[in-house]
């Protein structure tokens, strides 16, 4: 193991490579996977593994939406190079371009709002995608809807409280709740355009390059209501206020978007009952009770 790796994982990647895998080092570990930089005679890579059964399933979704947000020219979006397959015989990777990180330049959150905005302008007929998807290690499901709606109820919210009810975190008066706040969406939410979204837009997903240019990673690409991405990046204290002050600018958001930020966030805190336990379910009752 010259280069620290699984040998199964280091053949495979010299293969797609067409490179012999010189070292490997360790990247401050994502929530979910194992990530390693290396080096290699034609260059630095960035690889993440991951030994979960579903891992060759996620990590070509995860190839596809990155090539997807790539093909917007929008953001920088690490290149692609290869995944492992389903069946292969090891655990599951995907190798991407390394990104070098750099000093965020003086213009990084104006860059990034206005990208984000011409991102957002990418359209589509439906909401959703032609194939399911990940949030994390958990399945998000894109069946193609006219209504955005029913799309985020039956797409978003649904299957995250189906996945919750398996580990019993929500009592009937949840679930009561829940149904009333499914009524009542058509009074709040208003018509959008379908637009090209990242779908987990936190500060832990993005970085800043050699340039101090930002770059989109590990995305859960859907076409959606754009208001999803502006609530995911406001659940853990927001980005900077030029980002928000440029976006609006470029692309401003419908007339009481505001209020509608923590109806989004309220997918993304159900993920995280799911993917770390109960300590958010309070906070999925405070932003059902608010709507009530
Ligand atoms: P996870 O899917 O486990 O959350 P991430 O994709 O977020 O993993 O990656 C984990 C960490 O690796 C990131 O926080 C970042 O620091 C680094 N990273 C991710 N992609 C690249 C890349 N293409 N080049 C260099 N570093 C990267």
Known sequence: MASGLPENVRKSCEMLLGTTIEASFHVGDGDINEARRLETSGGRFFLKMNAAPQAHEMFAAEAKGLALLAKSHTLRIPKVIGHSEPGDNNRGFLILEFIEAGHRRADFWS?????????????????G???????????QFNKQHNNWITFYIEERLLPQIQLAETQNQFSTKDHENFDLLFKKLPQILPDEPPALIHG???????LSDEQGAPVLIDPAVCFASREMDIAMSKLFGGFDREFYQVY?????????WEERIDLYQLYYLLVHVNLFGGGYIQ????VVRRYL
């Open 200 to 206: 987990d837009l936190w500060s832990g997903n993005f």
């Open 248 to 256: 609006q600018a470029a692309y401003p958001l419908l007339p009481g």
């Open 283 to 286: 906070s999925v009752r405070q």
């Open 111 to 127: 860059r990034f709002g206005e990208g984000l905005a011409a991102l957002h302008r990418i359209r589509n007929k439906y909401f």
């Open 129 to 139: 995608l032609e194939y399911h998807n990940f949030i994390g290690s958990l399945s």
